[in-house]
């Protein structure tokens, strides 16, 4: 086991989006959460590394670090979260004014602290895996949403967290460009990265998905395997909810 994560509730002034969720990430293994907009799906992953702060919960990880949320963390505490996880945004979030190398070294370099020529060397590999390596030197404004997005990952990846958290990363995408972000991502999949990602992709969801979560209300209608969610849902709502998004007219 990752991380357990026991009672996640999050509000917004009246709005309660999460309402006491209980999931959890195994090693290793690939977590899709679908849902329809406003269940809950992006809140929830911002949750995960504090992105967002709970207003009630706690965070177990395997190393024994336990986060609760019923009383204010410490900021060595969410820190510490927030060092465990690399996000993967829709809207890429790179810095315009550096280049693709720049933009990928800026975490282990500022925030982590690391000798900055030990981290280019990382980020020149991570920049290859993602089929960059002739684009490093370039600037945001000069690659294509795609590039962009494949940037953003190896960007997440050069803090060597152990999960990665994608939020509807091809949303954002031209449907010509979906494909090649979806293929790094499959790719860190066979490399054995633990994943939770947000997807409207529900294929992709089957072919790479360990775990699927339907969310709807702020909670966890459904939940297991692709085969069973996607395939042989037991919840009228989910059943409702795939044959909306398989046959949207």
Not at 50 to 57: D, I
Not at 75 to 101: E, W
Not at 107 to 125: D, F, H, N
Not at 142 to 147: D, P, V
Request: contains cysteine.
């Amino acid at each position: 086991m990752l991380i357990s994560v026991k009672d996640l509730h999050k509000s917004f002034g009246e709005l309660e989006v999460l309402k006491g969720m209980d999931i959890e990430i195994e090693k290793g293994n690939v977590i899709a959460i679908i849902g329809p907009s406003g269940s809950g799906k992006t809140t929830l992953l911002r949750c995960l590394n504090a992105l967002e702060m709970p207003n009630r919960g706690s965070f177990h990880f395997h190393d024994g670090f336990d986060v609760s949320f019923n009383k204010n963390p410490s900021k060595n505490d969410i820190l510490r979260l927030r060092r465990k996880s690399g996000m993967v945004f829709q809207s890429y979030n790179l810095f315009p004014h550096k280049t693709a190398l720049e933009n990928v070294m800026e975490g282990p370099v500022i925030v982590q602290k690391k000798e900055k020529g030990q981290v280019r060397e990382l980020a020149e590999s991570l920049l290859q895996k993602v089929g960059l390596g002739e684009k490093m030197h370039l600037y945001p404004h000069q690659l294509s949403g795609g590039q962009q997005q494949r940037v953003g990952i190896a960007r997440a990846l050069a803090i060597e967290p152990e999960l990665m958290l994608f939020d509807e990363p091809t949303s954002a995408l031209d449907p010509e460009l979906v494909g090649e972000v979806l293929r790094v991502i499959k790719e860190l999949a066979n490399e054995g990265w633990t994943m939770a990602i947000v997807t409207h992709e529900l294929k992709f969801a089957e072919e790479v998905a360990d775990h699927v979560l339907f969310i709807d209300g702020g909670h966890i209608v459904e939940q297991g395997p692709p085969s069973e969610i996607l395939k042989n849902p037991k919840e009228a709502r989910t059943m409702q909810f795939l044959d909306r998004m398989l046959n949207p007219s």
